[in-house]
C-alpha cells in the first residue's frame, strides 16, 4: 500500500481517536451521572439548611423581645417569603440547564463516562452517600476553629471603631 494512503489512514484513525476523547458530552451521560451523584438531592439538602438557618435567624430576631400575636405574624410571613425565595433560586427544573451547560463546558464524554463508571461502583456510591455528613463534619470543625479568630476579629473591629470615633472629623 502506498505510503501516503497508509499515512492518510493513520491520520483519520488518529484523528478520530482524539475528536471522540473531545467530544461534547450528550445529554444523556450528564443527566446519568447527576442522577448517579444525587445531585437533584444535594441540591434539596442545601435548600434545607438555607431554610433551617432563615428559622434560626427569625428565631435569634425574636430572642430578648416580646412576640405578641402581631410580631409573630410579621415574623412568620417573612420567613415563608424568604424561604419561597430559596426555594424559587434553587429549584431542580431552573437549574437543570445551567448544570447542563457547564458539564458540557467543562468535560468531555470520555470523562464523563469515566466518572459515571467510577460513581456507579461501590467506592463511588460510598462517596456519593458519605459526602454530605463528611461535608457538614468539616463544617462543624471548620466553624469551631474559627471561634477564636472571629472573637479576635470582632474585637479588632471594636477596637477600630472606637479609635475612629476618637478621630477629629475634619
Known sequence: MNPCVLAFFALLLVGANAWSE????????????????NARQ??????EQINSKITADRQALARGQTIT???RAVLDRANVQMQSAIDEFLDWDALLPMYMRLYRETFTEDELKGMLKFYK???GQALVK???LLTRNMLNEIQNSMKPASIKMNRIQQETLLELKELPDH
Open 22 to 37: 473531545n467530544a461534547s458530552p450528550s445529554d444523556q451521560v450528564i443527566n446519568q451521572l447527576l442522577d448517579v451523584t
Open 42 to 47: 444535594l441540591l434539596d439538602a442545601v435548600k
Open 69 to 71: 400575636p402581631e410580631r
Open 121 to 123: 461502583s461501590a467506592a
Open 130 to 132: 458519605k459526602m454530605p
